[in-house]
Every structure is written in C-alpha cells, then in structure tokens.
C-alpha cells in the first residue's frame, strides 16, 4: 500500500545511486532492503550501491541481502580510502555466509569510478542518496575525466545529478553534531567539502529526525530480522537510514510527510559541526518531520514485512 500511495505522485522510476557505510550500525541493512524492494516494485532503479566504510565482509554481505530479494547483479563499489582494518562486525559476518561463495571485496571497483560508469550512461538524472559518510560523493566531484566520461566530476554531476541526499548532521540546534559528518577526519572534511561545493540541490536527514522512530528488529523477515538479531537490538533500532531512503524514493517532501527548510549548510572541515543559514531558494535544504512518528514506523515496518 505504501508504494502504490507513493507510485501515484509521480514519474517513475528514479533511477538512483546509493551510499553506505553498513558498517556497524544494522540500519543501513533496513535502508537497503527498503531501496531493493522499492526496484522490484518498480519506483526506483537502483543503478548502484558504494560502500563507505569497509570491513572484510562488506562485499558479500551487501550482496547476500540484493541476491535475497532476486536483485544480486546491482553492482557494488568501495572506497579504498575507508578500509577498517582489524574490525569485525557481527551481522556483516553473518550476511556474508549466505552470499554466492567467491565474492569478495576484491571483486569491487572504487567506488567514484562506478559512480562516474553509472552517471555517463545515463540519459536522464539521478538522484543519490548516502547513509554513511560523504566522502564517495566528494571524490566522485572532484575526480577527472576518464574512460567512462570527458567530464570533471563536477560536470557529471551537474549534467546527471537532480539531487543528493544525506543522512546526516544535526538540524534542530544553532550547532550540531552528528556521527556520518564528525566520525573521522576524511568524513569531517567530506561535509564541510559537499556544503561547500556541491552543484546540484543537497537535502540532509539530520539525527533529530530519526533517533525516536524505531523500526526493524528481529520481527523483519530474512536477512534484515537476521542483522537486527546480531546486532543485539530485537526490539528495533532508530531509523535514521531507512526514513533517508524512504525520503529518497519518494521523490517529494510532502508526500514523505516532511517540510524542508531551505537555505545554506556549514560544516567545519575540523570539528564536524553543522550550522543552517535559512533562506527561501537557498540550494540546501534539511527535512522537518510533519507527521507524529508513527506515520513513518508504520510505512517503514510495511516495506520491511511486504513479501
Ligand atoms: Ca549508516
């Protein structure tokens, strides 16, 4: 029901590219299932996945929850830059025994250059939308013409991008803070370069958005229930990832339930911190939930359970 409500807004599909730390956080799991389910439903066309953070299993484990709902060829990119070596994360370990045997991160492009192959074989725009950290974006802008494109990064973006969608900062205070944009330097840097520099509409789901709608847990069938479970957290978790991607599929702020205050983004490149200078027309936006939280835990808990 969800996706027919959403389906009857506007033109679809929406071809879209999606950023993931899935690192230890099982949200990201949920996000994913919500933007596979979306393809098969026919809303998006889910171009590409690049992972943000990388630990041993993440390959696989990604792969293993698109091969369960039938969509294991959407190709997946890393960023070499953001390899967590020594790491474990419980869930991706146990997504990843289930994944066609042989693939691994090495099987993997970076990440930006499968961006750039995706945006140059477009004849329309995309959308992309990242629940982890910004850098793939920023190193997708500011990378050079190559065998996919003559264009800068920042030129493809202009010419194949209408909108970038973060999960991250803090909206709700004069200062915040938020983890996707204060985790580690390169991160920092990543949320001060893409308020500064990005060339196309920059919409951000901030942390006070999500942290009381909780969503998931080991109720949600198959893989999702199964990472909700390893991560210890059967009752659910905040859905700062899923309600980003269930934004992001929708298409429209209105019908997704938000007001978007418009304006300028900041970031300091040093401490992470976020700052919104609100204008009418200004180029970024940050979403206000004009729903009470059961709206979205419902619509969100319907696609995790749909067959
Ligand atoms: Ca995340």
Redesign the pocket.
């Known amino acids: 029901m969800v996706f027919e409500e959403i389906k009857a807004t506007g033109e679809k599909p929406i071809d879209l590219i999606f950023g ?4 230890t ?1 099982c ?2 799991v949920a ?1 994913l299932h919500i933007l596979l389910k979306a393809h098969r439903h026919g809303l998006i066309d889910l171009k590409a996945i690049g992972v943000n953070s990388v630990m041993r299993y993440s390959a696989p484990s990604v792969r293993a929850v698109c091969e369960e709902q039938g969509l294991g060829g959407i190709p997946i990119g890393l960023d070499a830059k953001a390899k967590r070596k020594g790491e474990l994360c419980l869930y991706q370990k146990k997504l990843a025994a289930v994944c066609s045997p042989g693939f691994t991160n090495d099987d993997c492009p970076e990440a930006y250059t499968l961006y750039r192959s995706v945006l140059a074989s477009l004849q329309g725009k995309a959308v992309i939308v990242d ?2 950290f910004p850098q793939i974006i920023m190193e997708l802008l500011e990378s050079g013409p190559d065998a996919y494109s003559g264009l800068t990064g920042m030129q493809l973006v202009e010419e194949k991008v209408s909108e970038v969608i973060l ?1 991250g900062g803090r909206w709700d205070k004069k200062t915040g803070r938020e983890y ?1 944009f204060c985790a580690y330097q390169l991160n920092r840097r990543a949320a001060a370069y893409m308020s500064e520099n990005c060339p196309v509409p920059l919409t951000f789901l901030g942390y006070e958005v999500g942290k009381d709608v909780i969503t998931g847990g080991s109720a949600a069938p198959g893989l999702t229930g199964a990472a909700y479970t390893a991560h210890f957290s059967p009752h659910g978790r905040p859905s ?2 899923p309600m980003t991607a269930l934004y992001a599929i929708t298409g429209n702020a209105a019908v997704a339930g938000y007001r978007k205050v418009s304006g300028k983004a900041s970031v300091n490149p040093k401490t992470g911190t976020n700052r919104f200078e609100a204008f009418d027309g200004g180029k970024h936006a940050y979403l206000v939930k004009e729903k009470e939280d059961r709206f979205y835990k419902d619509r969100i808990d319907e696609i995790l359970q749909m067959k």
């Not at 993931?20 to 690192?23: F, G, V, Y």
């Open positions: 993931t730390d899935w690192w956080d949200d990201d996000a629940v982890g999960m996707n700062w990832d």
